[in-house]
T-cell receptor, first 112, second 115 residues
Framework: GQQVMQIPQYQHVQEGEDFTTYCNSS?????IQWYKQRPGGHPVFLIQ?????EVKKQKRLTFQFGEAKKNSSLHITATQTTDVGTYFC????????????FGKGTSLLVTP | KAGVTQTPRYLIKTRGQQVTLSCSPI?????VSWYQQTPGQGLQFLFE???????NKGNFPGRFSGRQFSNSRSEMNVSTLELGDSALYLC??????????????FGSGTQLSVL
């Protein structure tokens, strides 16, 4: 079945360093979504990308959707301690669009 | 607007028991999805309901079931609990209608521990 994979699994950075997480799908996606889960919290929607090659920015966060619509990335510039959490990508299930398949996430730890 | 509400927040059960979890979606959202989150497996899709109809079911045994009521509130039930069912169960509502899933709004989850 469809798989959504993320790397790295963990990332530990010093505050001020940049951070990137990568997401790859085994199938072409109609859209890709990113979520953030703080420790002890629940996933919170960040953004949705729909178009091939799309790039969207939210302050220090830059999201990209690959040309083939099978991969995506999230880049954080100059990390802050508030960026700590697990970042998930998710894409609609290829068999049914009503389910989102989530990657296993990248856990980001930021040291002051 | 109130967010997604899940009850109870924590639950402790023993093997063989059954459990029912409740979810109230954001007002106006007719789609409700359930996910199981564990440290090893991440977020795994259980099922999705729209207007009281189950539109999709994940790869879980028949012990996991759910339903949605006419007011869009949803419940999920797990019968004959196993130790491996210990997890955070997340409910999410979405404004999606008949298109592919739009963004999900998650509740705080129910942390289930099976002893």
């Amino acid at each position: 079945g469809q798989q959504v994979m993320q790397i790295p699994q963990y990332q530990h950075v010093q505050e001020g360093e940049d951070f990137t997480t990568y997401c790859n799908s085994s199938t072409t996606l109609s859209n890709i979504q990113w979520y953030k889960q703080r420790p002890g919290g629940h996933p919170v929607f960040l953004i949705q990308l729909v178009k091939s090659g799309e790039v969207k920015k939210q302050k220090r966060l830059t999201f990209q959707f690959g040309e083939a619509k099978k991969n995506s990335s999230l880049h954080i510039t100059a990390t802050q301690t508030t960026d700590v959490g697990t970042y998930f990508c998710a894409g609609p299930d290829s068999n049914s669009g009503y389910a989102l398949n989530f990657g296993k996430g990248t856990s980001l730890l930021v040291t002051p | 607007k109130a967010g997604v509400t899940q009850t109870p927040r924590y639950l402790i059960k023993t093997r063989g028991q059954q459990v029912t979890l409740s979810c109230s979606p954001i007002s106006g959202h007719r789609s409700v999805s359930w996910y199981q989150q564990t440290p090893g497996q991440g977020l795994q899709f259980l099922f999705e309901y729209f207007s009281e109809t189950q539109r999709n079911k994940g790869n879980f045994p028949g012990r996991f079931s759910g339903r949605q009521f006419s007011n869009s509130r949803s419940e999920m039930n797990v019968s004959t609990l196993e130790l491996g069912d210990s997890a955070l169960y997340l409910c999410a509502s979405s404004p999606t209608t008949d298109r592919v899933t739009e963004k999900l709004f998650f509740g705080s989850g129910t942390q289930l521990s099976v002893l």
